[in-house]
């Protein structure tokens, strides 16, 4: 047992299951399994061979059609369900038009019958679940614990969020009530590449040369930069994205720092204290939970060295944002790189462009030129978005089929 239980809190720290779901799976003939482990396979490059279902796009519509059944794939995890005579429903609320047009694509061939829902779930549409056990939700609207009852009481029994994270949805209250709820696994080469250019437009001061340059400024003065190879980078993380970073930056010839609660990776590992003390680069890549909420707080930002740099592509209150911004206004640091940020909820994924910005947050740390702002896209890639509706379909018929 004792083996088994190691082997699943490395699977917590990897990014692949939820810490508090080791005892449900471990002990799983004696109690059900609150959360599915989700398992990310590199060599699911998702071809689309089959037709796809043409349906028309319009916003606010709901779209819900019988799957053409197709020949399984040999080995693939959807094998038995693809093979089955009839379709199993599933629907996926909060579903833009990319993601769509994927689970329309991938139909056929897992044998389903998506209802494709462009609003986030909600008690106002909740009807449309229409007998279907299994639903796919977003990461961009919190769940909150009345709609999950609400949800419960229709019968749905089984939520796959097309996330990593589970911050979004009080997965406790949603076991209680009869739900199970799955993330999903996806290359984290996209947030591991997206970091490491991240790292580069901060240390090379990239904002303020293309502000410059935008306004015929070609002057070399103020935007000198650093050399990776010549710096200390701490990776705060090493899951599955932690570890792409690490193996990143090693080529790059960089000293390189790693810390986290479980020692999974090969990485030169120090106490959290010496590795902000230590890198002039701290990145973030740990989940959001009650342990790591401001886990950069304003103690922890006064450990960095003058002249740090911070990126995070993790989840936005993972940093205390107030002394974010003390911290960089002072010049004690020497820059940030967000892809994530407190309060983004409501503002990130929205056109903004007519309408004032009400985050006095946002508009402080925009107007710094040595910060990087990005709206919560490391992860959108081709290869990362496929990836992330497969697994969630795959998620829904493992659990209907009971594995």
Same mark, same amino acid.
């Given at each position: 047992?004792?083996?088994?239980?190691?082997?699943?809190?490395?699977?917590?720290?990897?990014?692949?299951?939820?810490?508090?779901?080791?005892?449900?799976?471990?002990?799983?003939?004696?109690?059900?399994?609150?959360?599915?482990? &989700?398992?990310?396979?590199?060599?699911?490059?998702?071809?689309?061979?089959?037709?796809?279902?043409?349906?028309?796009?319009?916003?606010?519509?709901?779209?819900?059609?019988?799957?053409?059944?197709?020949?399984?794939?040999? $080995?693939?995890?959807?094998?038995?369900?693809?093979?089955? &005579?009839?379709?199993?429903?599933?629907?996926?609320?909060?579903?833009?038009?990319?993601?769509?047009?994927?689970?329309?694509?991938?139909?056929?061939?897992?044998?389903?019958?998506?209802?494709?829902?462009?609003?986030?779930?909600?008690?106002?549409?909740?009807?449309?679940?229409?007998?279907?056990?299994?639903?796919?939700?977003?990461?961009?609207?919190? &769940?909150?614990?009345?709609?999950?009852?609400?949800?419960?009481?229709?019968?749905?029994?089984?939520?796959?969020?097309?996330?990593?994270?589970?911050? #979004?949805?009080?997965?406790?209250?949603?076991?209680?009530?009869?739900?199970?709820?799955?993330?999903?696994?996806?290359?984290?080469?996209?947030?591991?590449?997206?970091?490491?250019?991240?790292?580069?437009?901060?240390?090379?001061?990239?904002?303020?040369?293309?502000?410059?340059?935008?306004?015929?400024?070609?002057?070399?003065?103020?935007?000198?930069?650093?050399?990776?190879?010549?710096?200390?980078?701490?990776?705060?993380?090493?899951?599955?994205?932690?570890?792409?970073?690490?193996?990143?930056?090693?080529?790059? $010839?960089?000293?390189?720092?790693?810390?986290?609660?479980?020692?999974?990776?090969?990485?030169?590992?120090?106490?959290?204290?010496?590795?902000?003390?230590?890198?002039?680069?701290?990145?973030?890549?740990?989940?959001?939970?009650?342990?790591?909420?401001?886990?950069?707080?304003?103690?922890?930002?006064?450990?960095?060295?003058?002249?740090?740099?911070?990126?995070?592509? $993790?989840?936005?209150?993972?940093?205390?944002?107030?002394?974010?911004?003390?911290?960089?206004?002072?010049?004690?640091?020497?820059?940030?790189?967000?892809?994530?940020?407190? $309060?983004?909820?409501?503002?990130?994924?929205?056109?903004?462009?007519?309408?004032?910005?009400?985050?006095?947050?946002?508009?402080?740390?925009?107007?710094?030129?040595?910060?990087?702002?990005?709206? #919560?896209?490391?992860?959108?890639?081709? #290869?990362?978005?496929?990836?992330?509706?497969?697994?969630?379909?795959?998620?829904?018929?493992?659990?209907?089929?009971?594995?």
């Amino acid at each position: 047992m004792a083996s088994v239980t190691g082997r699943f809190r490395h699977l917590c720290r990897a990014g692949k299951i939820c810490a508090r779901a080791v005892a449900a799976q471990v002990n799983d003939k004696v109690c059900t399994p609150r959360y599915q482990l &989700v398992t990310y396979c590199r060599g699911l490059e998702n071809p689309i061979r089959d037709g796809h279902i043409a349906l028309p796009t319009m916003s606010g519509m709901t779209y819900s059609e019988p799957a053409r059944s197709a020949a399984p794939r040999t $080995g693939s995890p959807a094998s038995a369900s693809s093979s089955a &005579v009839l379709a199993r429903g599933i629907t996926i609320y909060g579903c833009g038009q990319d993601e769509a047009a994927l689970f329309r694509q991938m139909a056929p061939r897992f044998g389903i019958m998506p209802t494709i829902v462009q609003e986030p779930v909600s008690e106002a549409n909740i009807g449309l679940v229409s007998g279907n056990r299994c639903i796919s939700i977003g990461h961009k609207t919190k &769940v909150a614990n009345s709609l999950l009852l609400a949800l419960a009481e229709a019968g749905v029994k089984y939520i796959s969020t097309r996330s990593i994270g589970f911050n #979004h949805i009080d997965v406790e209250y949603a076991a209680s009530v009869g739900i199970t709820v799955g993330n999903v696994a996806y290359s984290p080469d996209s947030v591991a590449d997206f970091t490491l250019m991240l790292m580069l437009m901060a240390v090379r001061n990239a904002k303020s040369i293309v502000l410059r340059t935008e306004v015929h400024d070609y002057r070399l003065d103020a935007v000198r930069g650093k050399e990776l190879r010549d710096l200390t980078v701490g990776v705060v993380g090493t899951g599955r994205i932690g570890v792409a970073v690490l193996d990143r930056l090693r080529g790059f $010839g960089c000293r390189v720092l790693a810390y986290d609660t479980v020692l999974t990776a090969s990485a030169e590992y120090v106490p959290l204290d010496e590795l902000l003390e230590q890198s002039d680069i701290v990145t973030l890549h740990v989940p959001l939970n009650t342990d790591t909420h401001h886990l950069l707080d304003r103690k922890n930002i006064g450990r960095l060295k003058d002249g740090a740099y911070i990126i995070n592509t $993790g989840r936005g209150p993972l940093i205390e944002t107030e002394a974010l911004i003390s911290a960089l206004e002072s010049g004690k640091l020497g820059g940030a790189a967000l892809d994530v940020l407190e $309060g983004e909820e409501g503002i990130f994924y929205a056109d903004c462009r007519n309408k004032p910005l009400e985050s006095k947050t946002l508009l402080r740390l925009e107007k710094l030129s040595n910060v990087l702002i990005s709206p #919560h896209t490391a992860y959108y890639t081709d #290869h990362a978005l496929s990836d992330t509706v497969e697994n969630s379909i795959i998620n829904c018929l493992q659990f209907e089929s009971g594995k």
